[in-house]
């Protein structure tokens, strides 16, 4: 039996040091406020910006919503973006993407300040990424997978780490994470010649492929550690990742289960984002 | 007996194709520019200010050189900076670095524009490199490794790629052209458990470590292409790359000698990028 990486626990960890830096905020007359911009009634965005408010409630931290519809021009939007940036009292802004066809995603991206780009959607936080150099953000996800390693004792350094997927909101930024921990990383895609000598060398496998069944028994070997990003909807109807969990768990050593693995941190490293934010907006003045 | 990846080949056909480009420039009255702005008298900035002066020169690019004695001021700099983003016959600025210590390499690299970053340097040039956007440039070495591997016919699609070193310069915008051409990559660094174990199994190995005698005979196999990046300084004073060439030649299928290797492709690289900075110009007229 594979030893179970919950997300709840790293999740309620992180909240306990969020806390701490909120309140030394607010005794500071700074309430950390992340702004949400949605266009649209997509459900996935609906319920990641209701999960997002449950846990800004929970630390503290203020959360104004705003919801655009469907048709909205782009100028608006772009307008909206800048008064954000502008905006003293909000720290953080998060954009639901994919946005309508009508609206140019390379506008939108660019229109929004790096400082307060907590999901790392901006050129300046891309760079951020690949130097280093720690500005801006990280994409949530891909700082939710190493967030888990880190709370589970899990040492990256020297590590054979298999990423699979070269995606710019998860494969490419978590693969830097971790060659920042000093992981040996590989990127693996759907060109790779052969998925499985690559992951079952493995000592940690980052599956964020985005399709279901991704990574089944033959990809596996004993005492690997295994991170499922996926969310999709199995054949069953119900969510499931990329692995293929039920025959999998069973040969490795450690396993995110889906849900409640990777995505039910994904929200307390968006929080840390905006309280990061918020400090560093401070220590400006 | 392996092949030797000469550089001059692929630099010789690289300039055929850049002057066909300046010719059509200069037929609309644009003479492509680069200035380099130098800082000291470092020897290895001369040599290659007088490279690329040479490369220029004959493919019909102008160069203009600003040399500062050492100890002038970063507002100097940046001052110089600004002026050069601003003048619209200077296509593409390089600036040799590291610079003396008074001077902060951030805030020279934030003063100088993407749109004219013909070395890679800025953060705006990084994310265009992480995500393949094509905004600014990549760094000339990183671009010249796969340049040659393109000029050889060497297909990086599904073949595993070894790049020892993850530095800003090479390794890492290295790893992501060859992610861009389809290769499942591998980064090594001195953390990495077991180099060998890595590179045996490669088809394609990038040492970009920056220390003579870093690849040596133990860490190859039979039927693979080497790409040696390394400029370094033998023992017996003569410029040597990071592979140990003479035991591992007779090993592997192909190689880049040292020098007359990846080296003698940079300018032509450099040059390259000045001309699409022209065009790109050109093209927001």
């Known amino acids: 039996m594979a030893e179970l990486l919950k997300g709840a626990p790293v999740a309620a960890a992180m909240s306990e040091r969020i806390r701490e830096r909120v309140s030394l905020l607010l005794d500071r007359g700074i309430t950390p406020t992340l702004a949400t911009v949605r266009v649209g009634e997509n459900d996935g965005d609906i319920y990641y910006e209701r999960s997002a408010g449950k846990r800004c409630a929970s630390l503290g931290i203020e959360m104004c919503s705003m919801a655009f519809p469907e048709d909205v021009s782009e100028d608006v939007l772009l307008e909206t973006i800048d008064q ?98 000093n992981a040996t990383v590989t990127v693996c895609h759907t060109r790779t010649r052969d998925l499985g000598e690559e992951t079952r060398r493995a000592d940690i496998i980052v599956a964020a492929v985005g399709h279901a069944h991704s990574l089944g028994p ?68």
Do not use: W
Request: glycine share 12%.
């Open 218 to 285: 033959e990809h596996v070997a004993p005492g690997q550690v295994i991170i499922d990003v996926g969310i999709n909807t199995g054949e069953d109807g119900n969510m499931c990742g990329d692995v293929d969990t039920a025959l999998v768990e069973p040969i490795v050593s450690a396993i995110t289960p889906v849900p409640g693995g990777v995505g039910s941190v994904t929200t307390a490293v968006l929080a840390l984002h905006v309280v990061e934010a918020a400090e560093r907006a401070a220590l400006k003045l």
């Open 84 to 181: 954000l940036n502008q905006d003293e009292s909000i720290h953080g802004v998060l954009i639901f993407r994919p946005l309508p066809k009508h609206i140019s995603d390379d506008n939108v991206r660019a229109a929004l300040s790096p400082d307060k780009d907590v999901d790392g959607i901006t050129d300046g936080s891309m760079a951020g990424v690949f130097t280093g150099s720690g500005r801006g953000f990280c994409p949530c996800t891909a700082q939710a997978c190493t967030e888990i390693l880190d709370h589970y004792g899990i040492d990256c350094t020297g590590k054979r780490v298999v990423v699979m997927g070269r995606s710019l909101v998860i494969g490419k930024p978590v693969s830097q994470l971790l060659l920042s921990k």
